[in-house]
Nanobody, 120 residues
């Protein structure tokens, strides 16, 4: 089965850090653009960050710029999301998914997600 496995979520206080991992299962990561997404209770899923297949191009939603960093290690079939200076509004279920080429294209092969909770 072609899917991602997300890990690294947890409970953290405001200002804390977490590093999420997204590992490909059943396929080679090398040729895909990978995106991180999140969905908070009662809200629509939103794109958080995206990285090109080579890792040479990245982008971020405005609310996480300067705090989150996306990276990838194709040899390990894993994409990371380093999250620093976390805020309560970052609380959500975080998912990764894949597409070809542009981050604006439709994504697929969603994983089960990993929960991030930022509490005071």
């Amino acid at each position: 089965q072609l899917q991602f496995v997300e890990s690294g979520g947890g409970l953290v206080q405001p200002g804390g850090s977490l590093r999420l991992s997204c590992t490909a299962s059943g396929f080679t990561l090398d040729y895909y653009t990978i995106g991180w997404f999140r969905q908070a209770p009662g809200k629509e899923r939103e794109g958080v960050s995206c990285i090109s297949s080579s890792g040479g191009s990245t982008n971020y939603t405005d609310s996480v710029k300067g705090r989150f960093t996306i990276s990838r290690d194709n040899a390990k079939s894993t994409v990371y999301l380093q999250m620093n200076s976390l805020k309560p509004e970052d609380t959500a279920l975080y998912y990764c998914a894949r597409t070809y080429g542009s981050c604006r294209k439709a994504f697929g092969s969603w994983g089960q997600g990993t929960q991030v909770t930022v509490y005071s």
